[in-house]
């Protein structure tokens, strides 16, 4: 299976993962970009997520809630940049327990070859404090689960070669 590789460079407001998937980049894409299948893999396994509002257009709005177990609600918004396309994904992110710490987030999908494609995404804070705090939240845990997650949904979704 393969390995997210994440960066967080010291003194910059700014992570950037890749991660490989034995898929071809409209897979990927679709996968990022249709509510039914986002809410399939964006989160960790113990968390329910709900997507209350998903307007994948440029100025499109977007508004997700992760439950856990215990009825702990966690609500994700932002606003897309641009039509995202299989060119790329661009969005704002805010997490809605830390009112007014947004990040500006793109993710590209690169034709690999032989059906697979690498996932490149990119976030970029107001400060590098907002960013490691991102770090310290537990959120690289979520997100090496969700990649995980993805790999099995495009695995069923990618075309039999």
Do not use: C
């Amino acid at each position: 299976m393969a390995k997210t590789q994440r960066t967080a460079k010291p003194g910059v407001p700014q992570i950037v993962m890749t991660r490989e998937f034995d898929a071809p980049p409209d897979v990927l894409f679709r996968a990022h970009n249709d509510p039914e299948l986002l809410a399939q893999w964006l989160g960790p396994r113990r968390m329910a997520m709900t997507i209350e509002r998903y307007e994948g257009r440029d100025g499109g709005r977007y508004h997700f809630t992760h439950k856990d177990p215990d009825g702990n609600e966690y609500r994700l918004r932002g606003v897309f940049h641009g039509d995202p396309s299989i060119d790329g994904i661009v969005r704002t992110f805010e997490f809605e327990g830390a009112p007014g710490n947004v990040s500006l987030e793109t993710a590209t999908f690169e034709n690999a070859g032989g059906g697979k494609t690498l996932l490149h995404m990119n976030a970029v804070y107001q400060s590098v404090e907002a960013r490691d705090a991102m770090l310290e939240s537990g959120m690289e845990d979520g997100m090496n689960e969700s990649m995980e997650r993805l790999d099995e949904l495009v695995a069923r979704l990618a075309p039999v070669r």
